[in-house]
């Protein structure tokens, strides 16, 4: 065999390509200009922002500029929009705002749509709400039966018209052998707002409203122009069309006894030695007792060259991983995970499982993901994890008050929490120690397991899809004048909690003192379950008392009463009173002075 050497001009371009096929397999869709879509039609516009109006249907607005796609259907306009470039297994993360009363849709493929609806105020959602996949249809079926195989999402986690939505969806594309199709496409998890709503669905054909009945590997991804007034930006795709590696001449030697670090084989004896075809696993025949490690020896077939990310799970102890004879994984308990750049070809794989934990059971499980590859199980992938755990959940199915530890990011914990339900699945968290609001939510309630399983830690954590609102502080301070700095303490402001009340429908009524005046704090859910509605009492009000009501990266004045907080995250309505906007400390907040009753209501 002649051996050819490449030259630096072509070892050069080698290295470029290589390096534009890993960057493809995730792309940013262009929202300067329209170049990566098809022949958009005169309904779909380029904009450097856009709102909505909260009264009237179907109506966005937007402003020059870019990095917004927006589509304003009219009589003679109203196309769909298709990308330049088809896709097969693909993940799509964007994010969307929807028109009072609009209607439109995400097609994978042209074929498969997960729906977009202003489905704020629902609370039963089905498959033609916001996040359902879409029905498929039959005209030969009977009235009534027509539409069929659509699938609701979990629950309804839809924010308010005009204010950005976050989406997610994981797709498997149909799989074809001799020209028939052998799999059919597959929605693996959708995510609306943080929350997985959709997961595992098997699409038995293409969704009511498909460019085309027949389904095929790949095509392009398809936004919905017909209907509704949409907006998106933030649009990323990553493309999954590189095969996954696979395992090969997987051997494993078993060693008893209690190991916390990789030990010098050639001084052990094994007391299981094997060769055998299988997956890697912890649950293997003929175990020496509760105290052991498994040694596994393999090949790894890399077919795209490329950083490689591995996770592994080693419930009972720990593990260790080796490529090629290079540590990507040291000795750790539990979970861990490591990033090797690999050739293409075999990579010698050297995994080391060390059970421990005499009271746990053995468990091993081990992730891949790589440049064109969706991350997968390299392990036995029917194998139960030991440390889950089925969820202990709390369902409002009236109004109800929990108390318990609640978590905020940025790791601040509110000891002194009060979360409040309602059948609506309009939900909040109270922070006793400072009479503020931490968290508003929608959707499910509360998810206690952290609290109730085992010893617990005494927290629980929001179902649905969460609004957070900062880091706790007091929400009445006394300023000398508007200019001064929030304080960041209760220091000096003689703050007493007293407790709460509740009312016939069983909704507190806080109360607490500060600087000599006290203040009852009520909060119930808006009619047509839009939000919630504050209003706050205050009797012997003190001098130069205000009330912050957000404090925000930027705040917008939407017209009467109306202000859009943090990037159009969520609405503040007020009414009869003009809140002061002021610029601090590098962020903005909202303050009203506070001597007579104050109202408002939070919009999410």
Not at 8 to 16: C, E, G, N, S, Y
Not at 217 to 226: I, K, M, V
Not at 460 to 471: E, L, M, N
Request: hydrophobic content about 40%.
């Amino acid at each position: 065999m002649k051996w050819k050497m490449f030259s630096k001009k072509t070892m050069a371009l080698f290295v470029v390509l290589c390096t534009a096929l890993q960057v493809f397999s995730q792309q940013k869709i262009d929202l300067s200009t329209s170049a990566d879509f098809n022949n958009a039609s005169a309904n779909w516009h380029i904009a450097g922002d856009v709102k909505a109006d909260l009264n009237t249907q179907n109506v966005l607005l937007f402003t020059a500029g870019k990095g917004v796609l927006v589509n304003i259907p009219v009589a003679d306009a109203r196309g769909d929009l298709f990308t330049n470039f088809s896709h097969g297994d693909m993940d799509i993360e964007l994010d969307y705002m929807m028109a009072l009363s609009s209607n439109s849709g995400i097609y994978l493929q042209g074929r498969y749509e997960v729906q977009l609806l202003d489905s704020w105020k629902v609370v039963n959602p089905r498959s033609g709400d916001n996040g359902g996949i879409y029905e498929r249809w039959d005209e030969q079926r009977p009235e009534g039966a027509k539409g069929y195989d659509g699938h609701a999402p979990r629950q309804n986690v839809s924010k308010a018209p005009g204010l950005w939505q976050h989406l997610k969806i994981a797709f498997r594309a149909p799989r074809f052998a001799g020209g028939k199709k052998i799999e059919n496409a597959r929605f693996l998890r959708v995510e609306l707002n943080g929350v997985l709503i959709q997961e595992n669905v098997s699409l038995s054909g293409v969704t009511r409203g498909a460019i085309s009945e027949e389904e095929v590997p790949e095509a392009p991804l398809r936004f919905q122009g017909d209907h509704g007034a949409v907006a998106f930006r933030n649009i990323v795709v990553t493309n999954y069309n590189n095969p996954s590696p696979a395992l090969t001449n997987i051997e494993y030697s078993v060693y008893a006894g209690a190991f916390k670090q990789q030990p010098d084989f050639k001084t052990l004896k094994p007391v299981i030695n094997k060769n055998a075809q299988q997956v890697l696993s912890a649950n293997i025949p003929n175990l020496p007792g509760n105290m052991f490690m498994i040694h596994y020896n393999s090949k790894l077939l890399i077919t795209t060259p490329g950083n490689y990310n591995f996770k592994l799970n080693s419930f009972g102890g720990g593990g260790i991983l080796k490529l090629n004879g290079n540590t990507i994984i040291p000795y750790t308990e539990w979970n861990s995970k490591g990033t090797a750049n690999l050739p293409a070809g075999t990579v010698d794989v050297d995994l080391v499982y060390c059970k421990n934990v005499d009271w746990a059971k053995p468990y091993l499980a081990m992730e891949l993901s790589g440049p064109g590859i969706r991350p997968f199980i390299l392990s036995d992938a029917t194998a139960i994890s030991n440390d889950d755990v089925d969820p202990i959940l709390i369902n409002a199915t009236e109004n109800i008050i929990h108390r318990s530890f609640i978590d905020l990011p940025g790791s601040f914990r509110v000891t002194h929490s009060i979360s409040v339900g309602s059948p609506s699945n309009v939900h909040y968290t109270y922070d006793m120690d400072n009479g503020m609001i931490v968290q508003v939510w929608r959707g499910g309630f509360l998810d206690a397991t952290p609290m109730w399983h085992e010893r617990g830690d005494g927290s629980s954590k929001p179902v649905g899809a969460v609004q957070y609102f900062g880091k706790p502080a007091l929400m009445v301070q006394q300023l000398s004048s508007a200019n001064n700095s929030w304080p960041a303490d209760t220091l000096g402001s003689s703050f007493i909690p007293k407790g709460y009340i509740t009312n016939e429908k069983n909704l507190p009524v806080f109360k607490y003192r500060s600087f000599g005046a006290s203040i009852n704090d009520g909060i119930t859910v808006l009619e047509g379950n839009e939000g919630l509605h504050r209003v706050l009492s205050i009797e012997n009000a003190a001098p130069n008392l205000y009330v912050r009501l957000a404090e925000a990266d930027n705040i917008e004045d939407a017209g009467n009463g109306l202000f859009l907080i943090n990037d159009k995250a969520y609405y503040l309505r007020i009414a009869d009173i003009k809140p002061l906007i002021r610029d601090i400390n590098g962020h903005k907040e909202m303050l009203v002075p506070f001597s007579n009753t104050i109202s408002y209501d939070i919009l999410f």
